[in-house]
Nanobody, 122 residues
């Protein structure tokens, strides 16, 4: 129900934009989030956005560099990543949270996409 795309190989300092297409019937009612998981590490919160797009939340490691947005008319959520660093290398997942309160932990989300690989070279 969630399809993430846009990953790839990018040089440090460069940008990349991830997209997540959702086939949820009531997409506009869901908070949406992005998480990432590097090899050998736990899944980490990256960013989240509430149903209307007015409220956004970011993990400390990406604040000021990443921007989450959504288009409810297109059932899509995006993650614009700028000033990428090698430590941003991970598989990035989009997820949907059916509650009104936006979650920043994996347990808040019950719908997950398959992930897209982002590799940042130094």
């Amino acid at each position: 129900q969630l399809q993430a795309s846009g990953g790839g190989l990018v040089q440090a300092g460069g940008p990349l934009r991830l997209s997540c297409a959702a086939s949820l019937r009531t997409f506009s009612r869901y908070a949406m989030g992005w998480f990432r998981q590097a090899p050998g590490k736990e899944r980490e919160f990256v960013a989240a956005i509430n149903w209307s797009g007015i409220s956004t939340y970011y993990g400390d490691s990406v604040k000021g560099r990443f921007t989450i947005s959504r288009d409810n008319a297109k059932n899509a959520v995006y993650l614009q990543m700028n000033s990428l660093k090698p430590e941003d290398t991970a598989v990035y997942y989009c997820a949907a949270d059916p509650s009104f309160i936006v979650g920043v932990t994996t347990s808040a989300y019950d719908n997950w996409g398959q992930g897209t690989q982002v590799t940042v070279s130094s």
